[in-house]
């Protein structure tokens, strides 16, 4: 099966000096295409510092990250902006909205750079994809208008605007309640089942549940994986049941 991400021996420390502090202790970590993949951890442990690391989001100090690929380390920063709008969405516990604008505008607005003359186009899009997470009738609204669970839904349907190879989530369900993760999570599945990698960070074991691998973290390390067959609504409660005593087993 072919790699979407692989990244090799990544090292990343914050701070300078005494004050340094390592997040990331030779990290070695691989997502093939179309995997669903959870990373999880104490607080602390450097989950979303991989998250960030690995989509390019923040540069590392030391070790290899490849990205359908191509070697993160060996692109300048226009390339890796490009690389991310047309490879990656990123989905994150709060969506970063713009408040001049309402959702549609918000959801089209990362794709505009590549189709500025095909905005009817863009629209559509957008269109169907609201249509698909439930939010149709709320395009014209402020994101001040809706509910935590409906921005999420639209933080999705931005993230998929450029068709991406792989959805990066950052506790995408952490601020909201468990009716509107439960559905947050489905529409995760949906998109999985067509193709697309995702990969999310969570404290969560009912998310973590949802996935197919999940590897936990602590002190900056890759300490362990579990592996679950796919969810296929049935069972969540077995399946928390194994993560947790995974956890308790890794001493996370």
């Known amino acids: 099966m072919k790699k979407v991400i692989i990244g090799n021996h990544i090292v990343k420390s914050f701070g300078e000096g005494e004050e340094q ?5 030779g990290v070695s970590v691989d997502i093939n295409e179309g995997e669903f993949v959870a990373v999880m951890g104490p607080s ?17 100090d ?11 380390s060996k692109i300048g920063e226009t390339e890796l902006s490009d690389l991310r709008r047309t490879t990656m969405g990123f989905v994150f516990q709060q969506p970063t909205m713009l408040k001049n604008l309402n ?9 505009m750079r590549d189709n500025r003359k095909n905005a009817a186009m863009l629209t559509d899009k957008a269109g169907r994809l609201m249509k698909r997470v439930g939010i149709s009738e ?7 208008q809706v509910s935590g669970g409906q921005l999420q839904r639209a933080g999705i349907c931005r993230a998929l605007m450029n068709n991406p190879r792989i959805i990066f989530g950052d506790e995408p369900t ?24 995702v990969m999310l960070v969570t404290h969560d074991a009912k998310v973590a549940a949802r996935t197919e691998r999940i590897m936990f973290m602590r002190d900056g390390a890759m300490v362990s ?23 308790r087993e890794v001493g996370i």
Not at 62 to 72: A, F, N, T
Not at 103 to 111: E, G, Q, R, S, T
């Open 21 to 25: 502090r390592c997040v990331l202790d």
């Open 44 to 60: 602390g442990s450097g989950k979303s510092t991989l998250l960030f690391a690995l989509s390019g989001t923040d540069r590392v």
């Open 62 to 72: 030391s070790g290899e990250i490849m990205v359908d690929g191509r070697d993160l």
């Open 103 to 111: 959702i549609l505008d918000n959801i089209i607005l990362p794709a």
């Open 138 to 144: 709320l395009g014209a609204r402020d994101i001040t």
């Open 174 to 197: 952490g601020a909201l309640n468990s009716q509107s993760a439960q559905e947050i999570m489905d529409i995760f599945s949906e998109i999985n089942a067509e193709g697309t990698a």
């Open 225 to 247: 994986e579990l592996r679950l067959p796919k969810f296929n609504g049935t069972d969540m409660d077995g399946r928390v049941e194994k993560i947790t005593l995974k956890m």
